[in-house]
T-cell receptor, first 113, second 114 residues
Framework: QKEVEQDPGPLSVPEGAIVSLNCTYS??????FMWYRQYSRKGPELLMY??SSGNKEDGRFTAQVDKSSKYISLFIRDSQPSDSATYLC????WGTGRRALTFGSGTRLQVQP | KAGVTQTPRYLIKTRGQQVTLSCSPI?????VSWYQQTPGQGLQFLFE???????NKGNFPGRFSGRQFSNSRSEMNVSTLELGDSALYLC?????????????FGAGTRLSVL
């Protein structure tokens, strides 16, 4: 079983919809939680990051972390066609010296105009 | 502030050859990590360098190696290339203080092994 599970999609929504992207994980040492957006043939672009539990909002994006359930989410409000990309969750440990990111497999999102 | 720069962007090699990829981190960042991205395995960690020392290593064979220079620039080398080494190789850099776990990625080098 993978340390981080993410539904690969594809997820197709109409423009203006609220999008919910999720990941589950099994490693209790994960303390940093990140969301990256990757367009085709480009490198991952950091969207948001959260340390430990809680919510974080940045414009149309909201990240949530529920450590008790080992579940993280990214919400995109008022989705735009330009949001069409692959969204990757990533996590890393804190205090163990292991800073490597462990990624989910990515969810491909298509926002239809 | 310039982002992470990787060169070259594309490479075509044949089996058995070796290849060297280069990465310049964000100015002021001293930690550089390398990842391999393939359709089947996704993004997998190769290794991390900090102050010219390898600090962490992933589960890749010894054919994959790297180094970091005093200006924090890093290179990755793959020897005796195999067809399965075809992938997008990504470099990421992290701040030295504060959010050291947050990694910023370059555009990657796409390697094709024929």
């Amino acid at each position: 079983q993978k340390e981080v599970e993410q539904d690969p999609g594809p997820l197709s929504v109409p423009e203006g919809a609220i999008v919910s992207l999720n990941c589950t994980y099994s490693n209790s040492a994960f303390q940093y939680f990140m969301w990256y957006r990757q367009y085709s043939r480009k490198g991952p672009e950091l969207l948001m990051y959260t340390y430990s539990s809680g919510n974080k909002e940045d414009g149309r994006f909201t990240a949530q972390v529920d450590k008790s359930s080992k579940y993280i989410s990214l919400f995109i409000r008022d989705s735009q066609p330009s949001d069409s990309a692959t969204y990757l969750c990533a996590m890393s440990e804190w205090g163990t010296g292991r800073r490597a990111l462990t990624f989910g497999s990515g969810t491909r999102l298509q926002v239809q105009p | 502030k310039a982002g992470v720069t990787q060169t070259p962007r594309y490479l075509i090699k044949t089996r058995g050859q070796q290849v060297t990829l280069s990465c310049s981190p964000i100015s002021g960042h001293r930690s550089v990590s390398w990842y391999q991205q393939t359709p089947g395995q996704g993004l997998q960690f190769l290794f991390e360098y900090f102050s010219e020392t390898q600090r962490n290593k992933g589960n890749f064979p010894g054919r994959f190696s790297g180094r970091q220079f005093s200006n924090s620039r890093s290179e990755m080398n793959v020897s005796t290339l195999e067809l399965g080494d075809s992938a997008l190789y990504l470099c990421a850099s992290s701040p030295s203080r504060g959010d050291e776990n947050i990694q910023y990625f370059g555009a990657g080098t796409r390697l094709s092994v024929l």
